[in-house]
């Protein structure tokens, strides 16, 4: 499917649905998420739980920036925390637990509680930017709209000082994060036979376009 023109800016609160359904379709076939979300109306409830993560989102810095043409289809979204946001706080979470019950059911509400621990375990200390999600619409996947997506917050962040992490949850995905300048610092296999994810680290670029650590 051609890409025609389009820009990257900040989500509309009123896009949330379709921000949701973006990424739920980005992320149908994506390992961990097969593994949390079961099967029967799988879409529907990766669709909800990124409503949720939305909502969680938005009151931080950077919160959700999209790809979209002058007409305002959505190409892509993407969630950011800025340093020292990444984490939800424990009323948020506590909060939200009878929504998380409706996502990922009784068998993958434990398995869902694995992964978050096991993650917040493996996050690094040093101050940094996150991005916990990132994705392109069916059919677009390999046409640079993913990486426009990002370049954006990444050259902000190279002004910044600023590094940034994230873990792929798809092998598949590290060399697109690698051609952005990410380096794997880690693999992180999930307990009870869960899939592997690969924490992943860009420090930001010198002027000269070094990598300053």
């Known amino acids: 499917m051609p890409v025609g023109g389009y820009g990257i800016r900040p989500a509309r609160p009123t896009e949330s649905a379709a921000v949701a359904a973006l990424l739920a379709r980005a992320f149908a076939d994506d390992p961990v998420m097969a593994w949390m979300v079961p099967a029967v109306g799988r879409e529907r409830r990766i669709a909800r739980y990124f409503r949720l993560s939305q909502r969680q989102q938005r009151p931080r810095e950077g919160a959700v920036r999209v790809a979209a043409t002058a007409e305002g289809r959505l190409l892509a979204a993407a969630l950011w925390s800025g340093p020292g946001c990444w984490k939800t706080s424990t009323?948020?979470?506590?909060?939200?637990?009878?929504?998380?019950?409706?996502?990922?059911?009784?068998?993958?509400?434990?398995?869902?509680?694995?992964?978050?621990?096991?993650?917040?375990?493996?996050?690094?200390?040093?101050?940094?930017?996150y991005l916990p999600t990132v994705g392109t619409d069916r059919g677009l996947q390999g046409m640079g709209v993913g990486s426009a997506l990002l370049r954006q917050q990444l050259d902000r962040c190279d002004r910044l000082g600023q590094p940034v992490y994230l873990e792929s949850s798809n092998v598949t995905n590290i060399p697109f994060y690698e051609g952005l300048g990410f380096r794997v610092i880690d693999e992180v296999r999930l307990p009870g036979g869960g899939p592997t994810l690969w924490p992943m680290w860009r420090a930001p670029a010198a002027p000269d376009g070094r990598r300053r650590g």
Not at 94 to 121: C, D, K, S
């Open 91 to 129: 009323v948020q979470e506590v909060a939200a637990l009878p929504r998380y019950a409706r996502i990922f059911g009784l068998r993958g509400m434990p398995r869902a509680g694995e992964v978050q621990n096991t993650l917040h375990e493996a996050h690094p200390d040093t101050p940094h930017w």
